[in-house]
């Protein structure tokens, strides 16, 4: 499923959503000014214009085509009813036609209920030379969308990121609590890691066209071995690289340690650790070994969601049918289906209850 793929390993193998080659010295990040607002016109919700002083803002960017966000959406919708004060604009980004922009917000209805914009695009440009795609997420180097930006009542940005992890920073800027110079110290350091792995993904891009594994796992420990910051990043790449190539015992090894490691708190790392073992799509079957992690991992993932993640619930069913499970993998399936909010991933996930009851 497109949602498990991790932002990580599009940026590194080069199927970044946000067009590259920004030019400017400084990149926009925690502690700058927040870009103008530049909309062709908002689509639904009272306009905004410019961000008052004293008012908070969210500012999240999508589109019609994008999996990921369609899943964000409802939770932004939460998150604006539970913070009424805050103001939240989703800008539609990155469209090769702003033509079903407006059918899709229809179609959400009241999943999607806070302002919602289309992005200005000038004469001669398409999707990628969007004004709000230019100033924001180009300007932030940010890797994909969906991307969220949390704007202060000072109208400086204080958080950049996934909108599914920003609900617990969003409390703390609400309630006066958030260190904005701390924030924007992890924000450089998230820069210096975006430009490690866009010069990683210059090399990266060939030889994964040629199918070369053995050299793009050489070309990740070498960028690994000459800064260190970017390995909890590619970790998940590389363990799809191990998997891919068939070195199983190498595979199990490093996705212990990540399982057991820097992933062992991180939700979604685990949930891509474990997708990248029982994916159907991959060439090499995994052994026993293998699947009895990817179960772990899938676990500690599902215990982390609390249980209501239907994506992370479905990744936990297939790798306990592939490990021979089959009564768990029905029950974490239906249990998926009963917590799902979107349409779309319901669809899949009732073709893989059908494929466990056969």
Same mark, same amino acid.
């Given at each position: 499923? /497109?949602?498990?793929?991790?932002?990580?390993?599009?940026?590194?193998? *080069?199927?970044?959503?946000?067009?590259?080659?920004?030019?400017?010295?400084?990149?926009?990040?925690?502690?700058?000014?927040?870009?103008?607002?530049?909309? &062709?016109?908002?689509?639904?919700?009272?306009?905004?214009?410019?961000?008052?002083?004293?008012?908070?803002?969210?500012?999240?960017?999508?589109? !019609?085509?994008?999996?990921?966000?369609?899943?964000?959406?409802?939770?932004? !919708?939460?998150?604006?009813?539970?913070?009424?004060?805050?103001?939240?604009?989703?800008?539609?980004?990155?469209?090769?036609?702003?033509?079903?922009?407006?059918?899709?917000?229809?179609?959400?209805?009241?999943?999607?209920?806070?302002?919602?914009?289309?992005?200005?695009?000038?004469?001669?440009?398409?999707?990628?030379?969007?004004?709000?795609?230019?100033?924001?997420?180009?300007?932030?180097?940010? @890797? *994909?969308?969906?991307?969220?930006?949390?704007?202060?009542?000072?109208?400086?940005?204080?958080?950049? *990121?996934? @909108?599914?992890?920003?609900?617990?920073? =969003?409390?703390?800027?609400?309630?006066?609590?958030?260190?904005? &110079?701390?924030?924007?110290?992890?924000?450089?350091?998230? %820069?210096?890691?975006?430009? %490690?792995?866009?010069?990683?993904?210059?090399?990266?891009?060939?030889?994964?066209?040629?199918?070369?594994?053995?050299?793009?796992?050489? %070309?990740?420990?070498?960028?690994?071995?000459?800064?260190?910051?970017?390995?909890?990043?590619?970790?998940?790449?590389?363990?799809?690289? =191990?998997?891919?190539?068939?070195?199983?015992?190498?595979?199990?090894?490093?996705?212990?340690? =990540?399982?057991?490691?820097?992933?062992?708190?991180?939700?979604?790392?685990?949930?891509?650790?474990?997708?990248?073992?029982?994916? @159907?799509?991959?060439?090499?079957?995994? *052994?026993?070994?293998?699947?009895?992690?990817?179960?772990?991992?899938?676990?500690?993932?599902?215990?982390?969601?609390?249980?209501?993640?239907?994506?992370?619930?479905? !990744?936990?069913?297939? %790798?306990?049918?592939?490990?021979?499970?089959?009564?768990?993998?029905?029950?974490?399936?239906?249990?998926?289906?009963?917590?799902? !909010?979107? @349409?779309?991933?319901?669809?899949?996930?009732? &073709?893989? /209850?059908?494929?466990?009851?056969?």
């Amino acid at each position: 499923m /497109l949602s498990k793929l991790c932002s990580a390993a599009l940026a590194v193998i *080069g199927l970044s959503l946000v067009a590259s080659g920004v030019k400017a010295d400084h990149v926009l990040g925690v502690g700058d000014a927040a870009p103008g607002i530049s909309v &062709k016109k908002f689509v639904k919700g009272v306009p905004v214009s410019k961000f008052e002083k004293g008012k908070l803002y969210v500012v999240e960017f999508w589109a !019609t085509w994008c999996g990921p966000c369609k899943v964000s959406i409802p939770h932004l !919708t939460d998150m604006q009813k539970k913070y009424k004060n805050v103001t939240f604009i989703g800008v539609s980004v990155f469209e090769q036609s702003q033509d079903g922009v407006v059918p899709f917000v229809k179609s959400m209805g009241d999943k999607m209920d806070y302002r919602v914009a289309m992005d200005s695009i000038p004469a001669g440009k398409d999707g990628q030379g969007g004004l709000m795609a230019t100033h924001w997420m180009e300007a932030s180097k940010q @890797p *994909g969308i969906p991307t969220a930006f949390i704007v202060g009542k000072d109208s400086k940005l204080a958080w950049i *990121g996934h @909108p599914m992890e920003m609900e617990t920073v =969003l409390a703390k800027v609400v309630a006066g609590k958030w260190d904005l &110079k701390v924030a924007a110290a992890e924000s450089t350091k998230k %820069a210096r890691i975006q430009a %490690a792995l866009q010069n990683l993904n210059k090399v990266i891009g060939p030889l994964m066209q040629k199918n070369d594994t053995a050299g793009a796992l050489k %070309a990740v420990d070498s960028a690994v071995a000459a800064n260190p910051e970017i390995e909890e990043t590619v970790a998940s790449f590389k363990f799809n690289l =191990l998997v891919q190539k068939g070195s199983e015992a190498d595979a199990c090894a490093y996705g212990t340690k =990540l399982a057991n490691g820097s992933l062992h708190n991180s939700t979604q790392g685990l949930n891509e650790l474990a997708w990248n073992i029982v994916n @159907p799509q991959n060439p090499h079957k995994a *052994g026993g070994a293998l699947l009895q992690l990817a179960v772990t991992a899938a676990t500690r993932a599902d215990v982390l969601a609390n249980g209501k993640d239907s994506s992370i619930a479905d !990744t936990l069913a297939t %790798a306990q049918f592939a490990a021979g499970n089959k009564a768990g993998a029905i029950a974490t399936e239906q249990r998926a289906i009963k917590n799902c !909010t979107d @349409p779309q991933l319901g669809v899949e996930l009732k &073709k893989s /209850l059908d494929r466990f009851t056969k």
